[in-house]
C-alpha cells in the first residue's frame, strides 16, 4: 500500500485520459489504403483502368501503336462502311496514374476523300469529348467491378 499512497488519482485518470485521446486521433487519421491504391493502378507506366477502357474506346480502329509505358494509343485510319467518304485517326494519350479526368487527352483528325484524294476536315470538339467520356466511363466502370 506504501507504494501507492503518493498516487494521485485525479492526475493519472488525466494522464490516461490524454493518451488515450491521441491514440484514438491517431487511429482516426488513417485513411483506408484500399480506395486510394485502386485509383492508382499503374503497373504498366500509367493509370491501368485508362489504359484499358481506352484500348477498348478505340478497338473499332486498327492500332499503329500502343505503348503502355508511355501512355500513348494511335490508331490508323478508319472509315466507317456507312460513310466511306470519310476517314478519322485518333491519338489517345493517358498521362498520369490516377484516374482522373485531367489524366486523359483525345485528339482526332478527320479527312474527306474530294475527286478521289483526302482533304484534311475540321473535328467537331463534341466527337473527341464525347469518345474521352466513354473512356472515363469505361475507366470508372472497370474501377468499381475491381472494389
Known amino acids: 500500500m506504501t507504494a501507492f499512497r503518493n498516487f494521485r488519482r485525479p492526475a493519472a485518470i488525466a494522464v490516461l485520459g490524454v493518451a488515450s485521446i491521441g491514440l484514438a486521433a491517431c487511429a482516426k487519421s488513417e485513411r483506408p489504403r484500399a480506395d486510394l491504391a485502386a485509383a492508382q493502378v499503374s503497373t504498366i507506366g500509367v493509370n491501368s483502368y485508362l489504359w484499358r477502357a481506352a484500348l477498348e474506346a478505340v478497338s473499332f480502329a486498327p492500332l499503329l501503336q500502343a505503348d503502355s509505358s508511355g501512355g500513348v494509343i494511335v490508331t490508323d485510319w478508319y472509315a466507317n462502311p456507312q460513310n466511306p467518304g470519310e476517314r478519322v485517326k485518333m491519338t489517345v494519350s493517358i498521362l498520369d496514374t490516377d ?3 485531367d ?32 473512356i472515363l466511363t469505361k475507366a470508372r466502370e ?6
Not at 472497370?142 to 472494389?147: D, G, K, S, V
Request: aromatic share 2%; glycine share 4%; no cysteine.
Open 99 to 101: 484516374l482522373r479526368a
Open 103 to 134: 489524366a486523359l487527352r483525345v485528339a482526332a483528325s478527320r479527312q474527306v476523300n474530294q475527286g478521289g484524294a483526302w482533304v484534311d476536315a475540321p473535328v467537331q470538339a463534341a466527337t473527341v469529348q464525347k469518345l474521352e467520356d466513354i
Open 142 to 147: 472497370l474501377r468499381r467491378q475491381a472494389l
